[in-house]
């Protein structure tokens, strides 16, 4: 089992708060991911990072902000949620060109 | 080019049958398939992977056939069971490229 953790799992929170979405990995994998996934339908990415101080939009513009301070941490950040942010977000890390490692995933409802 | 198309978008089998899953790339630079499995609530996980100097890999009763001319590959999944039922995404990636999902199947096996 790969050691890529995410908090929370599930979040309910109203329209306009601020939230951030934690995923930290102990594999020391310079490579991480933000996915975002309605349930059982496609995966589409939001932002990437290759190493600490590097990020990049992904394919599915996103509202949301993400940070690479330290290698094992990728928070990613929505500074005013909307109902349309509802959805679950999958956090992923890897190296090399090789196997992602998914984490459970966060299950966001905005109200 | 970057796209990875698969098929079908659903798929219904008798438990004890042969489920196929079908992908098609066009981006020649690709040197890594992967195939993950979803279940519900959870994130994707690697279940079998292959690199173009091989047709054909086989791990239980899960096996990739890839034809590099067509370019193309897909997963049999042999003696389906009703545990099987989840979503199946493959992909492709390279040194040069993020990796690149297909849209997703979902494969329901009836008992």
């Known amino acids: 089992e790969a050691d890529i953790y995410q908090t929370p799992r599930y979040l309910v929170i109203g329209t306009g708060k601020k939230i951030t979405l934690e995923c930290s990995q102990t594999?020391?994998?310079?490579?991480m991911y933000w996915y975002q996934q309605d349930p059982g339908m496609e995966l589409h990415l939001i932002h990437y990072?290759?190493?600490?101080?590097?990020?990049e939009k992904g394919d599915l513009s996103s509202e949301s902000t993400v940070s690479r301070i330290r290698t094992e941490h990728f928070p990613l950040t929505l500074e005013s949620a909307r109902p349309s942010h509802t959805s679950q977000y999958l956090c992923?890390?890897?190296?090399?060109?090789?196997?992602?490692?998914f984490g459970p995933g966060t299950r966001l409802t905005v109200l | 080019q970057q796209q990875v198309k698969q098929s079908p978008q659903s798929l219904i089998v008798q438990k004890g049958g042969i489920s196929i899953i079908n992908c098609a790339y066009e981006?020649?630079?690709?040197?890594?398939f992967p195939w993950y499995q979803q279940f519900p609530g959870k994130g994707p996980a690697l279940l079998i992977a292959?690199?173009?100097?091989?047709s054909e890999k086989k791990e239980g009763r899960f096996t990739i056939s890839f034809n590099k001319s067509a370019k193309q590959f897909s997963l049999h999944i042999m003696d389906s069971q009703p545990g099987d039922s989840a979503t199946y995404f493959c992909?492709?990636?390279?040194?040069?490229?993020?990796?690149?999902f297909g849209s997703g199947t979902r494969l329901s096996i009836r008992p």
């Open positions: 992923a890390s890897g190296q090399g060109t090789d196997t992602q490692y």
């Open positions: 990072s290759y190493g600490v101080n590097s990020t």
């Open positions: 292959i690199r173009p100097d091989v």
């Open positions: 992909a492709a990636n390279s040194s040069a490229s993020k990796i690149i």
């Open positions: 594999m020391g994998h310079d490579k």
């Open positions: 981006n020649t630079a690709f040197d890594y």
